[in-house]
């Protein structure tokens, strides 16, 4: 673990690649001095599994699988993505009723995002209890969309043109059961965390970020507009039923650790009033576009679609040769940028600041790679 | 005289806090179980559950349907399942006579189902799979539903 170096002050610790605290296989090598960062060099790439170039060798639709696996907690987010840049490079029209089904599943799905962060964060921080609370609220959101897609993680429910199944009764009732439930727990996690003076203490003040350092490292999501900045690619750059919803963007204003938590539980409630308001107005009609050609050929060119996935700005680009195949496939995955500020923000704190910082900017580690 | 005062607050609005996250905590100690002892109770499954693939039973011909055009071969992202048919009689369409699954590879993406035009495909609701090694993971599904009994 430790290595001595030329100097007897600093000497340098992996963080990682298996601490448990990582969430993952991520390689913190930090520089120290005793108990405080002089440097820090995230090392990524320990579970890269050539998504991209997969998605070169295999036909658009081939590639939807693989897309839930990037992000494995916004799987149905990265569905979405990702078939809304193929229909936009096919100019295939959606029904209205599948881009509202969409919307609900995907809004569900960043809910039980937030709350697999807000849990896996507070245990990094020592708080035992919300984590359980958590994976209850969440088991309730994975029960939820089990029952439409069939499964609980890897959803491949999104197709191009709709959706694959139609909504079902016990998913509207699960739903309508769920979104008051889920307010009265935000109003005990608030009793039991916000408030919670260990929690202060340990957040408030720490790995603070300020907005135009955030812009040029190009922070997104939640961790941008901890630092003020209202930018939200549902407003920015709306797509699907975005522009019909109302719904306000959370913004905080020191971008410290506290701000960052404190606008992702704000954006679990807005997450339930976008499901609200979708399901009451949920259109009749079909869920899935007719004569959409199983081997899709978009016509030749390059296309680029961005998308707010629960970690922020999500970019798909990909370049049609007019195939069955892409010739090529890129993805912008946010928290690899979010992971990026590390080295920026950690030298100056101690070590158990460490994992407080790299928790609060929720970093999904197979996204990093992909 | 100030620092003392506000020291003193801290402590006591610190003491406060903890102690009504203390109060949620008690009150949840009291709500039932949540957990479910899984392999002495087992989860309800929903009707759309993705295991792996099996063939379904048509009650016509107390067989399955498959007639191996190979849809579900070609459209597979990792190659999973390996078909072949046979032309039992000259006027009818092939009929499966092997089918199997590499279910190690398979990602459950379901795209064989949507796709077959005979719907002979369903996907089962097996969950619980081990094996003493990688070719435990092969199953052939004409075996499978024949052992299934009719």
């Known amino acids: 673990m430790l290595r001595k170096t030329l100097t007897e002050d600093s000497f340098y610790l992996n963080l990682g690649p298996q601490h448990p605290s990582t969430h993952g296989v991520l390689h913190l090598l930090l520089k120290l001095d005793g108990e405080r960062i002089l440097e820090c060099k995230p090392l990524v790439g320990y579970s890269h599994r050539a998504h991209e170039h997969m998605g070169q060798n295999r036909t658009y639709l081939q590639f939807l699988p693989n897309t839930s696996r990037m992000d494995y907690l916004g799987g149905l987010c990265y569905n979405h993505a990702y078939c809304l840049a193929v229909e936009k490079a096919c100019g295939i029209e959606v029904p209205e009723r599948a881009r509202y089904i969409r919307t609900v599943c995907a809004e569900l799905n960043r809910i039980s995002s937030h709350l697999l962060w807000f849990g896996a964060y507070l245990m990094d921080l020592g708080a035992f209890t919300p984590f359980l609370y958590a994976f209850d609220d969440r088991e309730d959101i994975l029960a939820i969309l089990g029952e439409v897609t069939g499964s609980r993680l890897t959803y491949s429910y999104c197709r191009f043109g709709g959706v694959n199944r139609d909504l079902n009764q016990n998913f509207l009732d699960g739903t309508k059961a769920f979104i008051p439930k889920l307010r009265k727990r935000l109003k005990d996690y608030r009793t039991l965390v916000t408030k919670n003076i260990i929690f202060l203490n340990r957040t408030k003040g720490i790995g603070t970020v300020s907005a135009e350092l955030a812009r040029d490292w190009a922070l997104t999501g939640p961790n941008l507009r901890a630092c003020g900045v209202a930018y939200d690619l549902r407003r920015a750059e709306p797509y699907s039923i975005y522009p019909e919803l109302e719904f306000e963007i959370p913004t905080a204003t020191a971008g410290d650790c506290y701000d960052r938590y404190w606008v992702r539980m704000a954006e679990m409630e807005q997450s339930l009033r976008i499901v609200e308001q979708a399901l009451g107005r949920l259109p009749e009609g079909p869920v899935k576009a007719a004569g959409v050609p199983q081997w899709i050929q978009p016509p030749a060119g390059d296309y680029h679609f961005s998308y707010e996935s629960p970690r922020g700005h999500l970019g798909i680009y990909f370049v049609s040769d007019g195939g069955r195949v892409p010739l090529r496939m890129k993805w912008r995955t946010p928290s690899f940028s979010n992971l990026s500020i590390l080295s920026e923000i950690l030298p100056g704190t101690l070590v158990a600041d460490t994992i407080a910082i790299l928790g609060s900017i929720d970093v999904v580690i197979p996204e990093i790679d992909r | 005289m100030n620092a003392v005062v506000r020291y003193l607050r801290d402590v006591f609005s610190g003491a406060w806090s903890l102690a009504m996250g203390m109060s949620v905590t008690l009150r949840y100690m009291f709500k039932p179980v949540s957990t479910v002892q899984y392999p002495r109770e087992a989860m309800p499954l929903p009707e759309v559950y993705r295991g792996h693939i099996e ?6 011909t107390g067989s399955h349907g498959c007639v191996a ?32 699954i590499d279910f190690s590879r398979c990602s459950l993406c379901g795209l064989c189902v949507e796709v077959c035009p005979e719907s002979a495909l369903a996907f089962s609701k097996v969950y619980e799979e081990v094996g003493v090694s990688r070719y435990s993971t092969v199953v052939d599904l004409i075996a499978r539903l024949e052992s299934q009994g009719a």
Do not use: H
């Open chain 2, 69 to 100: 055009c190979g849809e579900c071969f070609r459209i597979c992202p990792s190659g999973v399942i390996k078909v072949q048919g046979l032309k039992e009689e000259a006027d009818r369409p092939n009929r499966a006579v092997f089918y199997f």
């Open chain 2, 55 to 60: 063939l379904r039973r048509f009650a016509e």
